[in-house]
């Protein structure tokens, strides 16, 4: 098989693009695996038991803000750096990101590498599932890893906090997307996290990132995606911004904006992990 003509090593790369580069000296390979409790599967596990050779585990939940009460909010720039360091990922890298499912928490580390001022970041699509299916080798051992220089520039207007997100839902300035189920988004569905209203921020539209993807777990082709947020409703002349429960499934919305070209994108960082928690903010339904 060869790499496809949509390969782009910037945003999203196929399996067999990465199966020829993988021996590159300046390739580095990240195992982004991450699962809501309820999908009963334990990431890290998985990853010593196979993984693509020469992948690093990137612990979403340790490589964050601990000092945050919501879930795996971005890591300060100082703490991405030292992580990523210790784990041989610096300047001069071409990284590839991919998760267990195929492809849902990859997304959230492209997003941080981007938030880092990193560009040339991909996400493997179809993620390990597609890798395996096809046949192609894994083993079960870390790599060595070696000390490497990173730099950051952190780029502030790739992410959004709860006051920027109900400035832009009161003023209706900005396209806010919300990649959570359908009937979560419409209040219909309890949220997984106790003490969380249902419903969602007004004025939002509902694209459950499963419709960007294909059934095997790769994303559609750009002309689907442009279809797909035409749908909801969404005016892609407009900047947006994502959302989801807590900011992981947010970045799957992100990726796929990037890809049919609409530059000017945000993720709210707190998600509906925050939203869903103050009383005081508007909570819409339907």
Same mark, same amino acid.
């Given at each position: 098989?060869?790499?496809?003509?949509?390969?782009?090593?910037?945003?999203?790369?196929?399996?067999?693009?990465?199966?020829?580069?993988?021996?590159?000296?300046?390739?580095?390979?990240?195992?982004?695996?991450?699962?809501?409790?309820?999908? =009963?599967?334990?990431?890290?596990?998985?990853? =010593?038991?196979?993984?693509?050779? +020469?992948?690093?585990?990137?612990?979403?939940?340790?490589?964050?803000?601990?000092?945050?009460?919501?879930?795996?909010?971005?890591?300060?720039?100082?703490?991405?750096?030292?992580?990523?360091?210790?784990?041989?990922?610096?300047?001069?890298?071409?990284?590839?990101?991919?998760?267990?499912?195929? *492809?849902?928490?990859?997304?959230?580390?492209?997003?941080?590498?981007?938030?880092?001022?990193?560009?040339?970041?991909?996400?493997?699509?179809?993620?390990?599932?597609?890798?395996?299916?096809?046949?192609?080798?894994? %083993?079960?051992?870390?790599?060595?890893?070696?000390?490497?220089?990173? #730099?950051?520039?952190?780029?502030? =207007?790739?992410?959004?906090?709860?006051?920027?997100?109900?400035?832009?839902?009161?003023?209706?300035?900005? %396209?806010?997307?919300?990649?959570?189920?359908? #009937?979560?988004?419409?209040?219909?569905?309890?949220?997984?996290? *106790?003490?969380?209203?249902?419903?969602?921020?007004? +004025?939002?539209?509902?694209?459950?990132?499963?419709?960007?993807?294909?059934?095997?777990?790769?994303?559609?082709?750009?002309?689907? *995606?442009?279809?797909?947020?035409?749908?909801?409703?969404?005016?892609?002349?407009?900047?947006?911004? #994502?959302?989801?429960?807590?900011?992981?499934?947010?970045?799957? *919305?992100?990726?796929?904006? %990037?890809?049919?070209?609409?530059?000017?994108?945000?993720?709210?960082?707190?998600?509906?992990? %925050?939203? +869903?928690?103050?009383?005081?903010?508007?909570?819409?339904?339907?």
């Amino acid at each position: 098989m060869t790499p496809s003509p949509m390969d782009d090593p910037k945003t999203l790369v196929s399996t067999s693009w990465l199966a020829a580069h993988l021996a590159d000296p300046d390739l580095r390979v990240l195992d982004a695996s991450w699962y809501l409790p309820d999908m =009963g599967r334990d990431a890290r596990a998985e990853y =010593g038991a196979a993984h693509i050779p +020469g992948a690093r585990f990137f612990d979403i939940d340790e490589i964050s803000d601990q000092r945050s009460a919501l879930p795996h909010m971005a890591p300060p720039p100082e703490k991405f750096i030292s992580r990523m360091r210790a784990m041989g990922v610096g300047d001069g890298h071409q990284v590839v990101i991919y998760d267990g499912y195929g *492809l849902l928490s990859a997304a959230r580390v492209w997003w941080l590498f981007r938030l880092m001022g990193k560009v040339d970041v991909a996400i493997l699509d179809g993620g390990f599932p597609k890798w395996q299916a096809e046949g192609r080798v894994v %083993e079960d051992m870390p790599p060595v890893m070696r000390d490497r220089h990173m #730099t950051v520039q952190r780029q502030a =207007g790739l992410v959004k906090d709860v006051t920027q997100v109900a400035h832009a839902s009161k003023l209706g300035e900005a %396209e806010i997307i919300d990649a959570r189920s359908a #009937t979560r988004f419409k209040g219909e569905a309890a949220e997984p996290r *106790l003490g969380l209203r249902s419903g969602h921020i007004p +004025g939002a539209k509902n694209v459950p990132y499963g419709t960007l993807l294909n059934t095997d777990g790769t994303m559609k082709p750009m002309a689907d *995606l442009k279809a797909v947020f035409h749908t909801a409703g969404v005016d892609l002349a407009k900047p947006a911004i #994502t959302s989801c429960g807590s900011g992981i499934t947010a970045a799957v *919305l992100s990726l796929a904006l %990037e890809r049919i070209g609409h530059r000017n994108h945000a993720l709210y960082d707190g998600s509906w992990a %925050e939203w +869903g928690m103050y009383d005081d903010l508007q909570v819409a339904k339907g």
